[in-house]
């Protein structure tokens, strides 16, 4: 049965401390997307990628938020430093190279920052 | 810009009652049209999609859509639901840029 793979599920991690998410994308999806769920603001598009390739990180707070695709199955999501005010479930999800925009979401992952 | 709105952040309905979740998106080109759902502590799962052809779209549990062009609507329905339905629901929408935007969602209680 073919998903979506976050690790980790849950991190608790201080102020300060540099987080890193991984995210393992269905084999033969080319679209990656990251995005973030809070209570406040929704699901927020954070990033999205193409054949490996970046397209669109504009949802993203540069300063201290990376996301990269070091091969086709594997995406990573790093905050540095972290701050309290980037608690919440982070979601990978990916999409097959047909589909009009479909995408297959991970589990997600929960970060509370303290 | 694509944009989606949920004209409703709340849902309750009794148990084998029907159930419409509203929703409106804007966009000068061609576009498709998501609606998912969210069980707690879970992902999004796909419930339905339009793509193109028959306004009205079927999905699992139950589910339908029916596509609107004239309201620009796309809202969600279901003839009889049950306590099992209680979850978030998002509908998304994507236009030529194939960036997927979602609506604030709704949160639909099932009551016994």
């Known amino acids: 049965d073919a998903r979506v793979t976050q690790t980790p599920r849950h991190k608790v991690t201080e102020m300060g401390q540099e987080v890193t998410m991984r995210c393992q994308p269905i084999?033969?999806?080319?679209?990656v997307f990251w995005y973030r769920q809070t209570m406040m603001q929704g699901l927020e598009l954070l990033a999205y990628?193409?054949?490996?390739?970046?397209?669109?990180d504009s949802g993203m707070p540069k300063d201290r938020f990376s996301a990269e695709m070091p091969d086709a199955t594997l995406a990573t999501l790093k905050i540095q430093p972290s701050e309290p005010r980037d608690s919440a479930v982070y979601f990978c999800?990916?999409?097959?190279?047909?589909?009009?925009?479909?995408?297959?979401f991970g589990q997600g992952t929960r970060l509370t920052v303290v | 810009a694509q944009s989606v709105t949920q004209l409703d952040s709340q849902v309750p309905v009794f148990e084998e009652a029907p159930v419409e979740l509203r929703c409106n998106y804007s966009?000068?080109?061609?576009?498709?049209l998501f609606w998912y759902v969210q069980y707690p502590n879970q992902g999004l799962q796909l419930l339905l999609k339009?793509?193109?052809?028959?306004?009205l779209v079927k999905g699992i549990n139950g589910f339908e859509a029916e596509f609107n062009k004239s309201q620009t609507s796309f809202h969600l329905r279901k003839p009889s639901v049950h306590i099992s339905d209680t979850a978030e629901y998002f509908c998304?929408?994507?236009?030529?840029?194939?960036?997927?935007?979602f609506g604030s969602g709704t949160q639909l209680t099932v009551l016994p």
């Open positions: 999800a990916s999409g097959p190279p047909h589909l009009q925009g479909e995408a297959f």
């Open positions: 084999l033969g999806h080319n679209t």
């Open positions: 990628f193409r054949n490996r390739a970046p397209l669109d």
């Open positions: 966009s000068s080109v061609s576009v498709y």
């Open positions: 339009y793509l193109s052809g028959s306004t």
């Open positions: 998304a929408a994507t236009g030529s840029a194939r960036q997927l935007t």
